[in-house]
């Protein structure tokens, strides 16, 4: 029963390490509220097969090649269409940093913006000027609850009190 006794302080800590472990690392991350992704789909590119068919010898074997023909659309800039400038790319480089890319229905001018962004974005409206209208929202913040900070409190107690 000595060696209990001598190893008692030990088992304690351990097991209070693992139990600060599981607080401090759960299994399930959640999160206060769900972040808004912006879905890009691209329907620009057409794609039509066309088989060829080459005879390189007289035996029955033929060789075939296959050739894919992309159309791309084109659009027409003239003065008579409206001054907006359509949003061709977001890309949130950082937290606070993103990339912008718009051109001039007008002009077909393009422009490439570096902008700060505040927060996670909520709304993305093309304009008639190069920078888009944007409404940003809040980031989530994690909380550490009252009891939480108790309970770090008088384990940091433990454990000086053990220790000394």
């Keep these: 029963m000595k060696w209990l006794r001598q190893a008692f302080p030990t088992l304690i800590i351990l097991l209070l390490g693992v139990i600060v472990g599981r607080i401090l690392f759960p299994k399930t991350v959640t999160v206060g509220r769900v972040i808004p992704t912006i879905i890009t789909k691209y329907d620009t590119v057409q794609t039509r097969w066309r088989d060829i068919v080459h005879r390189t010898t007289t035996d029955t074997f033929n060789l075939v090649v296959k050739e894919t ?47 700060f962004t505040p927060g996670p974005i909520t709304g993305l409206y093309a304009d008639s000027i190069a920078r888009p209208s944007m409404n940003f929202g809040v980031w989530p913040v994690a909380h550490t609850s009252t009891i939480k900070k108790l309970f770090y409190g008088s384990l940091g107690y433990a454990a000086c009190k053990v220790l000394n």
């Design 69 to 115: 023909i992309h159309d791309t659309v084109v659009i027409n800039v003239t003065e008579n269409r409206p001054a907006l400038w359509p949003v061709l790319l977001y890309e949130q480089s950082s937290r606070d940093t993103a990339m912008l890319r718009t051109f001039d229905l007008q002009s077909g001018r393009g422009a490439s913006l570096k902008i």
